[in-house]
Each structure stands twice: as structure tokens, then as C-alpha cells.
């Protein structure tokens, strides 16, 4: 497997199902919005897009996102997610283990939320490992909502996160417990990330806010989606502009 034509990679959750706190768990995966809006400004900017996942399994959407309690009671809006989240390709994902042949052609990693990121990617070492790469390169990432639970990843044998001490933003505590799940959530993925050292910023609950510290983007919550999508492909064009050339930076 190679890769000689530069492309995006969104790594996705394979989890299915959400432990919570009470010991019950429910069905999970990846919100539909999340992966949509971000998905639908890539292909459209001309960026070949690769799906990865730690261990090559299958992604799915998180059946709450497409609950109309979640969507603000909007019928439309829930055909419409429904409709066009099941045209994406979830089914094989790349594995991690299998990135490495690719790696030279990576120019930036999104991670898009819902409750599945909370369950495999903090303790993937594979993860930590996509990271740290980026980190040292300088490949953007982007993170949202809980997908910032990738954050917390760490290679193998290695205590640190290679993003530790960036500022960020994620789905806050405050509006977890807004949710159906209130006191319920397996752990707050803000209190998780200020404990290893990330500075993690508050935007007004359920409002769009992109944060940038260096090469890490990240959006606050389903409304970030796609001003952090636009905002990362932005990075992208800067960086294709001072290397000069279409995508072949």
C-alpha cells in the first residue's frame, strides 16, 4: 500500500457501544454532523480523504445524532444526515498498523466527534503514534468535540502526549450536562484533558468556537464543525501556497 498523491486522513472511533458511569451502556459511534459537514468541505476543496481507524474495524454513526431531540426537532435536517451520512464509507477503514507506507503523502489529520472517541482512542498506542509523527512534522490536526479525546493518546513507551500543554477546545462539561446523559458520562473529557496538561478553552455553550495553537485545531462542538473544517483547509492552502504546488506540498 502506497500513497504518492498528497491526502487527508480522518480517523474514526470503531466503538459501539458507550460505558457509562452507572455501569448501563448504549449504542455510540461517530456524530453524523461531525463527520458530514467536515467530509463534504474536503471533497469539495479537491483533497483526496483516507479513512483510518486504530485497528482497521468499522466505523459507524452514533444513533443519537440523528435522534430529532438532538437535532432541535428538525425533520429535514434528519433525512438529510441520515441520507448522506449513510453514502460515506465506513465500512473499511485503514488500519493504523498499516499507515506507515502512506505516511509521506499525510497532510493533515481531522477527528471528528461523538461519543464513540471517549471509548478507543484515549488508549490507543497506534493513535499516540499518528500524533506524535504529525507533531513532529508540523502536519495540521483538528480535532472536534470529543474527538479531542484522541489527545490524550500516547505512543508506545512513551509517558507523553504529544500535544500536551497546547490550548484546546472540546465538547465542555457544561454542556455534557445539558445532555439525556447528565450525570451519567463515563468521564468529562475537559476535566480528563486539564489533568494531562492541556489548557482547554470555553467557548459559550452550544456556540461555534475554533480554537488554533500551532498546527493543533480544534472546534468546541457540533456547531464548530464547519468553521473548523473551513479553518483547517485554510492551514492547508498556507501551506500549499509557501510550498508551491496543488495538494503536491
Known amino acids: 500500500m502506497l500513497a504518492t498523491q498528497p491526502f487527508l486522513a480522518i480517523l474514526l472511533s470503531s466503538a459501539t457501544s458507550l460505558r457509562l458511569a452507572d455501569g448501563t451502556a448504549i449504542a455510540t459511534g461517530i456524530w453524523a454532523e461531525e463527520l458530514l459537514i467536515p467530509w463534504t468541505e474536503f471533497r469539495a476543496a479537491g483533497w483526496p480523504v483516507l479513512f483510518l481507524s486504530p485497528e482497521g474495524a468499522p466505523a459507524s454513526i452514533d444513533p443519537q445524532s440523528l ?7 428538525d425533520s429535514e435536517k434528519q433525512r438529510h ?3 448522506e451520512s449513510a453514502a460515506i464509507p465506513l465500512d473499511s477503514p485503514i488500519s493504523l498498523h498499516k499507515i506507515a ?8 489529520v481531522f477527528v471528528p466527534g461523538g ?3 471517549l471509548m478507543d482512542l484515549p488508549e490507543s498506542e497506534t493513535v499516540g503514534t ?20 484522541a489527545l490524550l493518546a500516547r505512543p508506545a513507551a512513551s509517558q ?6 497546547f490550548q484546546v477546545s472540546c465538547f465542555q462539561k457544561l454542556e455534557e450536562e445539558q445532555t439525556s446523559l447528565a450525570g451519567r458520562w463515563p468521564y468529562h473529557l475537559e476535566e480528563r484533558l486539564r ?6 478553552l470555553h467557548g459559550e455553550p452550544w456556540q461555534a468556537q475554533v480554537c488554533k495553537d500551532r498546527t493543533l485545531f480544534s472546534g468546541q462542538n457540533p456547531a464548530s464543525a464547519l468553521p473548523l473544517a473551513r479553518a483547517f483547509l485554510e492551514s492547508l492552502e498556507e501551506n500549499r501556497r509557501h510550498r508551491g504546488s496543488r495538494h503536491g506540498y
Do not use: S, W
Open 81 to 83: 444526515l441520515a441520507l
Open 160 to 165: 507523553d502526549r504529544p500535544f500536551a500543554g
Open 195 to 200: 489533568a494531562n496538561a492541556f489548557q482547554v
Open 115 to 117: 461519543n464513540g472517541p
Open 67 to 73: 435522534d430529532l431531540e438532538n437535532l432541535q426537532g
Open 101 to 108: 507506507p502512506l505516511l509521506p503523502a499525510l497532510r493533515g
Open 130 to 149: 499518528l500524533l506524535q509523527h504529525c507533531r513532529d512534522r508540523q502536519i495540521p490536526v483538528a480535532t472536534l468535540c470529543h474527538g479531542a479525546a
